[in-house]
T-cell receptor, first 114, second 111 residues
């Protein structure tokens, strides 16, 4: 079974631009969550989608948004990029979002904002 | 979610067991203990999780104390490829998507 696939693997943008990252979950998984990882803040939760609906949201500004499609694939968008948005963005999928679920992570998209 | 405390780093010799401790003294009855690890530049990898009983899978064993205030992840025969940052996380039912990873413990396996 293929794992979680994130594209692109690396991305370089400039301040003020916007970016869209893509995540394809493991086949059959309906929950997709997104995380931002930086050396200073560690791994922080962005949001979670289940069956095309946003279920949970972390403490990030409205510039960060996401969506999930009917095939469970998900995208996240960051508008008006800032230098501080440089990070590894990770996507994780799971069968559901109940107790005892295992999260399976992709390799991430490394975003650099210049 | 309950907080966890882990040592910053530890090392062990290749082929020996690696015992990684975690304190979660404020854990409540419905919170699970999860362990993930992250090898540099990759996404975190699920290792094991448990609620009350000890658990074992092909990767590791999880020993949870009777009062559930601490746990130990055991890698029975550590290899160089086990060098990684290991995260112990406590999470409540239905909220595992809000996983908060602390600093974790850096395990270095030496030849």
């Amino acid at each position: 079974k293929a794992g979680v696939t994130q594209t692109p693997r690396y991305l370089i943008k400039t301040r003020g631009q916007q970016v869209t990252l893509s995540c394809s979950p493991i086949s059959g998984h309906r929950s997709v969550s997104w995380y931002q990882q930086t050396p200073g803040q560690g791994l922080q939760f962005l949001f979670e989608y289940f069956s095309e609906t946003q279920r949970n949201k972390g403490n990030f500004p409205g510039r960060f948004s996401g969506r999930q499609f009917s095939n469970s694939r998900s995208e996240m968008n960051v508008s008006t990029l800032e230098l501080g948005d440089s990070a590894l963005y990770l996507c994780a999928s799971s069968l559901g979002s109940g107790a005892g679920e295992k999260l399976f992570f992709g390799s991430g998209t490394q975003l650099s904002v210049l | 979610d309950a907080k966890t405390t882990q040592p910053t780093s530890m090392d062990c010799a290749e082929g020996r067991a690696a015992n990684l401790p975690c304190n979660h003294s404020t854990i409540s009855g419905n919170e699970y203990v999860y362990w993930y690890r992250q090898i540099h530049s990759q996404g975190p990898q699920y290792i094991i999780h448990g609620l009350k009983n000890n658990e074992t899978n092909e990767m590791a064993s999880l020993i949870i104390t009777e009062d559930r205030k601490s746990s130990t992840l055991i890698l029975p025969h550590a290899t160089l490829r086990d060098t990684a940052v290991y995260y112990c996380i406590v999470i409540y039912t239905g909220a595992n998507s809000k996983l908060t990873f602390g600093k974790g413990i850096t395990l270095s396996v030496r030849p």
